[in-house]
């Protein structure tokens, strides 16, 4: 995965520590070197994503939110 817009400064590489997933929503809990960052996003991009416990995954902070990118 090669993102090159985005700030490096909101970027936290870590590992999916946790998914508690609803019918519409899922809450993805990432273990970064930094610390604990939990975002809610659809349960439809989990499944997209192939989110599991142990994915390598990036998330973005923007002031408002954050997302969940899948690292290969």
């Known amino acids: 995965m090669s993102i ?5 400064r909101n ?9 508690i997933s609803d019918t ?11 610390g604990i960052v939990t975002s809610v996003i659809t349960t439809r ?6 989110l599991t416990v142990g994915s390598p995954v ?5 002031s408002t939110e954050v997302s969940i990118g899948l690292l290969e």
């Not at 090159?4 to 490096?8: A, F, L």
């Not at 519409?24 to 930094?34: A, F, H, I, N």
């Not at 990036?58 to 923007?62: D, I, N, T, Y």
């Open 11 to 19: 970027q936290f590489r870590g590992v999916v520590r946790e998914i």
């Open 24 to 34: 519409v929503l899922s809450e993805v809990e990432v273990e970064t070197p930094g």
């Open 45 to 50: 991009s989990v499944k997209e994503l192939g």
């Open 58 to 62: 990036v998330a973005f902070v923007k």
């Open 4 to 8: 090159k817009s985005i700030n490096v």
